[in-house]
């Protein structure tokens, strides 16, 4: 599609957003996943497993949809029934390479002991679960603000505390082992420590061709919709009406299938927006608009360390740029605006306006085209885009439509799951 691209850079790019919604959240899905990774070399466990587990490690909260939820779980007593856990698991396991990762994520709150005295078959929670938990619990027990090296004694005391309770004993005995070299504690807090989760083993093996990137993205583009009801289909019909397009504008098939990638992954800075403001039922205040308008500068910014990905990242990120210069969050003129980009600008304008939004209704075909024709006259919108958009109106709603609804199906099975 464009090169050969890494499964760890992407999910990174996902964990770092997902992790900019609070600021108090510092980093947490990259912690954890550096602190797994690292009781799993202590424990000598195959390469496969360790990347399975540092990988669930970076996206073991995707399932958390409200910032309360997210916060929550920062308390090292938190304990959780039926919630983003499997969450997690429902949308992870939508993908099936990570089949693996969405049992660890499952089960990364059930305490050891819980698990075991329930009457459920312990056996069946994976052990990638519990260091997964213990690696957690790790993460927020450091304080951020204050030096890590002096904090040690105390998380070691606490993770002794909940041994054989919270926490597998023998993976408490790893931890205090390994919690003994400073290595284990600056690894947490270090500038390098991207760089750890990209080193093996995960640098082999783990590209993806370009039928894994495609899925890979529509999970990413579930992860996204799915905090809202209002934007729950959102990028799978933008990613079809952009494919289309491109079509139509004579873009070859791989072109074509990386439009649509483009289009699962536009809104990927949305993650950095609490879902109470993408849920808010009327007028947004100056602040939460300026809040959500930083998503596509981080769409474009995180996707930046993404090898092979860039075509797709600047096809996606710069949706909200107008060919007047006006647009953000670069303000980039006509000229420096590809036909790709132009593409998703329509595509996203297109599919957001016929869709119900907290505050409105969608609009209709007749109402949408003469707000779009006036887009093109104001001078946002490219008019050779739009009038193919005309022209095929019926056939480019109908695959729209299409793509929702099915999107709507997996959502509502997806919602159906919690109530
Ligand atoms: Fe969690
Ligand atoms: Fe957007
Ligand atoms: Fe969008």
Same mark, same amino acid.
């Given at each position: 599609?464009?090169?050969?691209?890494?499964?760890?850079?992407?999910?990174?790019?996902?964990?770092?957003?997902?992790?900019?919604?609070?600021?108090?959240?510092?980093?947490?899905?990259?912690?954890?996943?550096g602190?797994?990774?690292?009781?799993?070399?202590?424990?000598?466990?195959?390469?496969?497993?360790?990347?399975?587990?540092?990988?669930?490690?970076?996206?073991?909260?995707?399932?958390a949809?409200s910032?309360?939820?997210?916060?929550?779980?920062?308390r090292?007593?938190?304990?959780?029934?039926?919630?983003?856990?499997?969450k997690?698991?429902?949308?992870?396991?939508?993908?099936k390479?990570?089949?693996?990762?969405?049992?660890i994520?499952?089960?990364?709150?059930?305490?050891?002991?819980?698990?075991?005295?329930?009457?459920?078959?312990?056996?069946?929670?994976?052990l990638?679960s519990?260091?997964?938990?213990?690696?957690?619990?790790?993460?927020?027990?450091?304080?951020?603000?204050?030096?890590?090296?002096?904090?040690?004694?105390?998380?070691?005391?606490?993770?002794? #505390? !909940?041994? +054989?309770?919270?926490f597998?004993?023998?993976?408490v005995?790893?931890?205090? *082992? =390994?919690? $003994? @070299?400073?290595?284990?504690?600056?690894?947490?807090?270090?500038?390098?420590?991207?760089?750890?989760?990209?080193?093996?083993?995960?640098?082999?093996?783990?590209?993806?061709g370009?039928?894994?990137?495609l899925?890979?993205?529509?999970?990413?583009?579930?992860?996204?919709?799915?905090?809202?009801?209002?934007?729950?289909t959102?990028?799978?019909?933008?990613?079809?009406?952009?494919?289309?397009?491109?079509?139509?504008?004579?873009?070859?098939?791989?072109?074509?299938?990386?439009? #649509? !990638?483009? +289009?699962?992954?536009?809104d990927l800075?949305?993650?950095a927006v609490?879902? *109470? =403001?993408? $849920? @808010?039922?009327?007028g947004?205040?100056?602040?939460?608009?300026s809040?959500?308008?930083?998503?596509?500068?981080f769409?474009?910014?995180?996707?930046?360390?993404?090898?092979?990905?860039?075509?797709?990242?600047?096809?996606?990120?710069?949706?909200?740029?107008?060919?007047?210069?006006?647009?953000?969050?670069?303000?980039?003129?006509?000229?420096?605006?590809?036909?790709?980009?132009?593409?998703?600008?329509?595509?996203?304008?297109?599919?957001?306006?016929?869709?119900?939004?907290?505050?409105?209704? +969608?609009?209709?075909?007749?109402?949408?085209?003469?707000?779009?024709?006036?887009?093109?006259?104001?001078?946002?919108?490219?008019?050779?885009?739009?009038?193919?958009?005309?022209?095929?109106?019926?056939?480019i709603?109908?695959?729209?439509?299409?793509?929702?609804?099915?999107?709507?199906?997996?959502?509502?099975?997806?919602?159906?799951?919690?109530?």
């Amino acid at each position: 599609m464009n090169g050969v691209v890494s499964m760890t850079e992407l999910v990174l790019c996902l964990a770092e957003i997902a992790d900019l919604v609070n600021p108090l959240l510092s980093d947490h899905h990259k912690r954890v996943a550096g602190i797994a990774y690292n009781l799993c070399s202590e424990l000598g466990l195959p390469p496969s497993e360790q990347a399975d587990v540092t990988f669930a490690g970076m996206l073991h909260d995707v399932g958390a949809i409200s910032i309360d939820e997210r916060l929550d779980a920062l308390r090292f007593d938190f304990e959780e029934g039926y919630g983003h856990s499997e969450k997690g698991w429902a949308l992870l396991s939508t993908y099936k390479p990570f089949a693996g990762i969405a049992s660890i994520v499952r089960f990364h709150h059930t305490p050891w002991d819980y698990g075991r005295c329930s009457g459920k078959d312990c056996g069946s929670i994976p052990l990638g679960s519990h260091i997964l938990n213990l690696a957690d619990r790790i993460a927020v027990s450091v304080k951020p603000g204050m030096g890590i090296l002096e904090q040690a004694v105390e998380v070691r005391r606490k993770v002794s #505390g !909940a041994r +054989g309770k919270t926490f597998l004993p023998e993976l408490v005995d790893v931890f205090l *082992e =390994i919690s $003994e @070299k400073e290595y284990f504690w600056l690894d947490i807090e270090s500038a390098s420590l991207e760089g750890i989760l990209k080193a093996e083993p995960f640098r082999r093996g783990y590209t993806l061709g370009d039928e894994d990137l495609l899925e890979l993205v529509k999970l990413f583009g579930r992860i996204i919709d799915f905090r809202s009801r209002f934007t729950a289909t959102h990028s799978s019909g933008v990613a079809a009406v952009a494919e289309v397009l491109a079509k139509n504008a004579g873009f070859g098939k791989e072109e074509c299938s990386m439009m #649509g !990638a483009a +289009g699962y992954i536009h809104d990927l800075g949305k993650l950095a927006v609490p879902a *109470e =403001i993408l $849920e @808010k039922p009327s007028g947004l205040t100056k602040q939460e608009y300026s809040l959500i308008k930083t998503h596509s500068y981080f769409t474009d910014r995180v996707l930046r360390g993404v090898k092979g990905f860039e075509t797709i990242r600047e096809w996606g990120a710069l949706h909200h740029e107008r060919l007047d210069g006006k647009g953000y969050p670069f303000h980039l003129e006509a000229e420096q605006l590809s036909t790709g980009s132009r593409i998703m600008a329509v595509a996203d304008v297109f599919v957001a306006l016929t869709e119900d939004r907290p505050y409105r209704r +969608g609009l209709s075909p007749e109402r949408t085209l003469k707000v779009i024709r006036e887009m093109v006259r104001s001078g946002a919108l490219d008019s050779e885009i739009v009038s193919m958009l005309d022209d095929l109106y019926h056939d480019i709603n109908d695959i729209r439509a299409h793509a929702q609804y099915a999107a709507e199906r997996e959502y509502r099975d997806f919602a159906c799951l919690f109530g």
